[in-house]
């Protein structure tokens, strides 16, 4: 069956931004004006077609991406439109994974804020092209030109623009092409489906040729035979800087940039054309490489063997458990046999259907490039790969941040237990940061997600989506141990009177290793002093004892562990017993190696009216913070600094309370830092008290 869309006219893309920069009421435009919709949904309204889940309509934020398919211009978009809060960073992690390019949006009153650094980051390891859109250009404050020199100096982004805002703030009535050096105007009682053409507006005309011409010379320098042709005639065609500026994005050299406001309908065609014109397809993203065998590869064609990559998961009460995946090669119809590689399982396709946010289009085929979601591979989770059966190959999976907060949690009636696990464990598989624990010894469940609104949507969906009413316990930061000095030693793990005894003797070395570098462990034996059968036993030991430290039971982290010597008994030997000596030498040393209870450490930025400035900073410096700097953006004062997250809890009322409603602010992940140490000798003695140091 051939293909309804040639892979050319494909564009898999992604918005992300910041929260509240406009997102959702960007992707709702596309939706409008591309015909996908015809009536215009509103996030503030609680009617947006991507905010399908009763919290986003609640609350007016997005928090699970929403993936839809529209057509514009002859091509396919297949967008899907992701969260701006930190708590939901897995969704944009995922998405950006198999998305091809990505729409990058800034408040053009807030600029470049902290998520949008933090989504520019995920974007750029994966290293996706990008598209810039100035966003809210209506509002009081809108700076265009700001926020360019913006993305330049803290993104170290190189922003192209591709209009000119005519006016800013309620001034604001369009924008200048600069391709066609034509004004554009977006009619107000068409909803800004019809567009007027004009000339410039006089005072616009000089800046506009210089903005021209700059756009130009970025398009001549991504090719040496346009910078030629530039250089002798000083001129290219539309067709050339059109060329030019695709391959400088696709190559990431260079981001197209527009402005507009998505609320006043302004704006998002322009956007719209550069997403075909600059953006990649499929084809342009070339080959894939197993993540095993760099030689094994997948081309972007149909009648090459099925490859797709597993990157959400959504359980739905009417069909089970529906798997979102991105195709890379090949093609799958309903019906076919696959293979999940990454489990080593087989599934059969029972359905296969595009997504429209909550709504399903279903399809008998699948091809490369298309991003689409399937039922009936029950066992398969985020970052899997699935392909045909007698082809296999493993794509590069998807790595998430850990959980940085925990909270206990259990059913209001006992009754409910079994109904509980049940619910907590589909989420679990829906999301890849939210964690599932049982705590054998304080017999409590243990959920674990990114922030307290992660956690709070969590409770929200058990109670709604399942019926399960849950009490939860307190937060509680997620803290990690770690050494500061180098030390070795050794254990001998023996009981050896009457019948078959137990012997294993090792010698260890643990030493520090740099933040996040995690855990390597390195065989130094030699002459067999330990047998090679049971090296993996020793590492199985250490990794035991780190699973609980032996200072407040948390993960330990960035240890290097050398086992360079030891010795062994020809019959009381076994597997058990160097597991239990490693165990043991490593709880032992560590306690020895001056330890430390480390905890996540969050870049917090506070958004105040300058007659709060000194109240925000003071609450940031009682909660163990430090102030980084300060700036004016937009009429406010903006406050930035490091704080532990533990001191972060009920900060939002905090703040909405000093400032009389007026003030905001965000956080993200920065790294984990040493506890002061009269605070990790109290987490350390009530750890204990609990029952949770082994």
């Given amino acids: 069956m051939s293909r309804p869309i040639p892979l050319d006219k494909i564009r898999n893309i992604g918005i992300m931004a910041h929260i ?55 091509h396919q978009i297949s967008l899907i439109d992701t969260p701006g809060h930190v708590d939901f960073t897995a969704e944009v992690e995922r998405s950006l994974r198999v998305l091809d390019g990505a729409v990058a949006l800034f408040c053009a009153v807030g600029g470049v804020q902290p998520q949008s650094e933090q989504v520019w980051r995920q974007s750029e390891k994966y290293e996706v092209p990008k598209i810039c859109m100035i966003n809210k250009m209506d509002r009081i404050g809108a700076d265009f030109f700001a926020v360019i020199d913006e993305i330049r100096q803290q993104l170290e982004g190189n922003p192209v623009p591709m209009v000119c805002p005519i006016g800013a703030g309620e001034s604001f009535r369009g924008v200048v092409d600069l391709l066609s050096m034509k004004a554009l105007t977006f009619d107000e009682a068409s909803s800004g489906v019809k567009i007027v053409e004009s000339a410039i507006p006089t005072e616009l005309a000089e800046k506009c040729e210089q903005m021209r011409s700059e756009m130009v010379e970025k398009a001549a320098e991504q090719d040496e035979a346009l910078m030629e042709k530039y250089f002798e005639n000083g001129e290219l065609t539309i067709a050339e800087i059109k060329q030019g500026l695709r391959k400088g994005t696709i190559a990431r050299a260079i981001m197209p940039t527009y402005c507009g406001t998505a609320f006043k309908n302004k704006g998002i065609q322009p956007l719209l054309n550069g997403v075909i014109d600059y953006m990649p397809s499929p084809l342009d993203v070339g080959i894939v490489h197993s993540s095993d065998n760099p030689e094994l590869i997948r081309e972007p064609k149909d009648d090459a063997p099925f490859s797709a990559l597993a990157f959400k998961i959504l359980n739905d009460k009417h069909m089970g458990k529906i798997v979102f995946i991105r195709i890379y090669s090949g093609t799958v119809k309903v019906g076919e046999t696959v293979l999940n590689n990454t489990m080593e399982e087989k599934g059969r396709i029972g359905r296969l259907f595009r997504m429209h946010a909550n709504h399903q289009e279903a399809l008998e085929i699948a091809h490369a490039g298309d991003i689409v979601a399937v039922v009936g591979i029950p066992k398969t989770r985020t970052g899997d790969t699935l392909c045909c059966v007698d082809n296999p190959i493993i794509l590069e999976t998807i790595e998430f941040p850990a959980p940085v907060i925990s909270i206990s949690i259990s059913p209001a009636s006992r009754n409910d237990n079994e109904k509980l696990g049940n619910a907590l464990h589909a989420l679990a598989q829906e999301d890849p940061t939210f964690t599932v624990n049982y705590d054998a010894e304080t017999s409590e469940t243990i959920i674990s997600g990114m922030g307290e609104l992660h956690l709070e949507i969590i409770v929200d969906r058990l109670k709604r989506e399942f019926g399960v009413a849950a009490q939860v316990g307190r937060p509680e930061v997620a803290y990690r141990e770690t050494i500061r000095h180098s030390i070795e030693g050794d254990y001998k793990h023996a009981k050896q009177s009457g019948g078959r005894g137990q012997f294993g003797h090792v010698h260890l070395r643990l030493e520090p290793q740099d933040p996040g570098r995690g855990f390597s462990f390195i065989n130094e034996i030699k002459g067999g002093v330990i047998p090679a059968e049971y090296i993996p036993a020793v590492e199985k030991g250490v990794i035991k004892a780190m699973e609980h430290g032996p200072c407040g039971g948390y993960p330990v982290v960035d240890v290097k562990v050398t086992v360079f010597d030891g010795s062994f008994h020809e019959v009381d030997s076994s597997e058990f017993a160097f597991i239990e000596a490693a165990r043991q030498c490593f709880k032992k040393l560590f306690l020895q190696a001056n330890p430390q209870i480390l905890e996540p450490v969050m870049a917090v930025e506070v958004s105040v009216p300058e007659d709060y400035m000194g109240a925000a900073t003071g609450s940031i410096c009682q909660r163990r913070g430090r102030i980084e700097g300060m700036d004016d953006k937009g009429g406010v004062k903006l406050v930035h600094g490091y704080v532990p997250l533990g001191e972060m809890f009920g900060y939002s009322n905090s703040i909405r309370t000093m400032t009389q409603g007026r003030g905001t602010f965000s956080m993200v992940f920065e790294h984990y830092e040493g506890v002061p140490y009269e605070l990790a000798e109290n987490i350390i003695a009530k750890r204990k008290a609990e029952g949770k140091v082994r």
């Fill in 20 to 74: 509240d920069a406009g997102k959702t009421t960007c992707s709702e435009r596309i939706l409008f004006y591309s015909g996908k919709s015809y009536k215009i949904g509103e996030v503030h309204e609680g009617a947006a077609t991507m905010d399908y889940m009763a919290q986003e309509q609640e609350r007016g934020i997005t928090i699970t991406s929403a993936a839809t398919a529209v057509s514009w211009n002859d």
